[in-house]
């Protein structure tokens, strides 16, 4: 039946699509964006992610917070220090004249006596123990935050892991499915040959349990996948799918160099020893400071005076404490002896880092070596497979005879396959151990 098209019937036949093309359009546009929006994973962004949101990188603002209330607090014993002072006192016998002068009356001062004043300083010279508290202020907070840096930077060998683990087991994945359908093309031609009375079911029977056990490992597989991906989310606190894309970084140029955060936490170290050696020094040293005391008391400075009276003095004050020099040699000696440690595990760390990044490196070797024997074998196993399907076909060779040649070049790829991934962790491991 031919239909013959009119201009009033196409009207009626373009009226009639309208509703579905616009649900193809919308179902087109929303399939775009979600696709322009899902972004593909990359190492260096999950590793920015996984940083940003531990836990404990909320203790950076801590950190610097209590440094700047750490200085601030011991720049503010430069301001004057001033106290209020109040006394009230009996004592059992006051100053007296031993002798009496002719027309003369001496008053018998008071045994109860009263004072309250206020007592301000103002330090002008102290030895440099004000600059030394604060110095030490910024280089605790320095150590602190080194610490945390060193305790952030073990993520990225921890997200490393997952993220060349999720890599690894999609392409196991893939060449198990590969694997599948020489499975499953091997049967239809033991079905053939069944039907031409070359093979027995049992033949097809062997296929289909080796087709089922590959099942059984894809579920395996898959399982592990989930569980890989559900720990980076945990990790990077980003949504995942398990058919987004995480793009394989590429290749990378070693670095024997060292440039990891725990060097800058030695550092650090270093330098807050030689703060507080400062601090020794300056410990010994005389204290000059501008002192008033203002008030009221009785007796006041007139000690022969019974009324309460207003008083002031002032002037300039020296404070030495001379008992820090019994162990001030032993203070510098610990202090030297703290630092030859803190020089010890700064050299064994670097011999122990250095050592790690060598055998690296003779693992790298090995593993490009092994990836190019791979692909010798896999080309040999895939000419000796294409050999064994016709030869299946034919009914020359039995269901078990086909399956170990497959399987062979099976695990020919698997192996590549692993090397490839170990290559890639291992460069990047390296890239970790060195600090680059």
Request: with cysteine; net charge neutral; hydrophobic share 35%.
């Amino acid at each position: 039946m031919i239909i013959k098209m009119t201009k009033k019937n196409s009207h009626i036949i373009l009226r009639k699509m309208k509703p579905v093309i616009s649900i193809i359009c919308l179902i087109t546009i929303a399939a775009t964006i979600s696709a322009q929006q899902r972004e593909a994973h990359t190492l260096e962004k999950c590793y920015e992610l996984a940083r940003k949101n531990y836990p404990m990188v909320k203790l950076q603002d801590l950190i610097q917070k209590t440094t700047e209330y750490s200085v601030e607090n011991a720049l503010r014993s430069r301001l004057p220090q001033v106290s209020i002072v109040g006394q009230a006192s009996y004592q059992t016998d006051v100053t007296s004249i031993p002798f009496h002068l002719p027309g003369i009356s001496i008053p018998e001062l008071n045994k109860d006596q009263y004072k309250l004043y206020a007592d301000a300083s103002q330090v002008i010279y102290d030895g440099g123990a004000i600059g030394a508290e604060k110095k030490l202020a910024e280089t605790s907070g320095q150590i602190e935050k080194q610490k945390l840096e060193v305790e952030l930077y073990q993520l990225r060998q921890r997200v490393s892991q997952l993220y060349f683990g999720i890599i690894a087991i999609r392409e196991q994945l893939k060449q198990n499915e590969i694997f599948q359908n020489d499975i499953e093309l091997g049967m239809k031609k033991i079905e053939a040959a069944i039907a031409n009375g070359t093979a027995t079911k049992n033949d097809y029977s062997q296929l289909k349990i080796e087709l089922l056990k590959r099942g059984q490992h894809e579920i395996e597989l898959r399982s592990l996948l989930k569980n890989y991906i559900d720990t980076l989310k945990l990790f990077i606190k980003a949504e995942i799918n398990e058919d987004d894309e995480f793009q394989v970084p590429g290749t990378l140029l070693s670095s024997t160099e060292v440039l990891r955060p725990e060097l800058k936490l030695y550092e650090s170290q270093r330098k807050s020893l030689e703060v507080k050696n400062d601090m020794v020094l300056a410990r010994n040293r005389p204290k000059f400071s501008l002192f008033f005391q203002g008030g009221y008391g009785r007796p006041a400075l007139n000690m022969l005076s019974n009324d309460f009276n207003p008083f002031a003095i002032g002037g300039i004050r020296m404070n030495w404490s001379l008992s820090g020099f019994y162990t001030r040699k032993k203070d510098i000696e610990l202090l030297d002896i703290q630092k030859k440690t803190i020089d010890l595990q700064n050299e064994t760390f670097l011999f122990n880092t250095t050592l790690q990044l060598h055998q690296k490196e003779s693992e790298t070797d090995k593993l490009r070596k092994l990836i190019r024997s791979d692909q010798e074998i896999i080309d040999l196993y895939s000419g000796i497979k294409t050999i064994a399907s016709t030869q299946l076909e034919n009914g020359t060779i039995t269901s078990n005879d086909y399956l170990r040649e497959i399987n062979a070049e099976n695990i020919a790829k698997q192996n590549l396959i692993l090397h490839e991934i170990q290559l890639k962790m291992v460069q990047y491991d390296q890239l970790i151990t060195s600090g680059n």
